[in-house]
Nanobody
């Protein structure tokens, strides 16, 4: 069973920072676009950021300038550095792998930002 394992979530005050990590099997990490998505209470799952195998990035409008996505291809690990966090960033954050045959998802890590 393919597993993506997220970590790094937690409770932080507004204005603070967190760094999320996602470890994936090499078979679905290597060369594929990886991404972070989030789902707040009562909301749909939205794009946070993606990064291609070559390192090109794309961000959701609400996080541009505050969040940075990166990947370590040697460690098969995806990161999301989140700065200047706001209460509206509170959500369950999911790691995603876009392979040619399907998408894979992690179980999610909770981020809660208090005002």
């Amino acid at each position: 069973q393919v597993q993506l394992v997220e970590s790094g979530g937690g409770l932080v005050q507004a204005g603070g920072s967190l760094r999320l990590s996602c470890v994936a099997p090499g078979s679905i990490f290597r060369g594929n676009t990886m991404g972070w998505y989030r789902q707040g209470p009562g909301n749909q799952r939205d794009l946070v950021a993606t990064i291609t195998g070559g390192g090109s990035t794309n961000y959701g409008d609400s996080v541009k300038g505050r969040f940075t996505i990166s990947r370590d291809n040697a460690k098969f690990t995806l990161y999301l550095q989140m700065n200047s966090l706001k209460p509206e960033d509170t959500a369950l954050y999911y790691c995603n792998s876009q392979t040619p045959w399907r998408h894979y998802w992690g179980q999610g890590t909770q981020v809660t930002v208090s005002s």
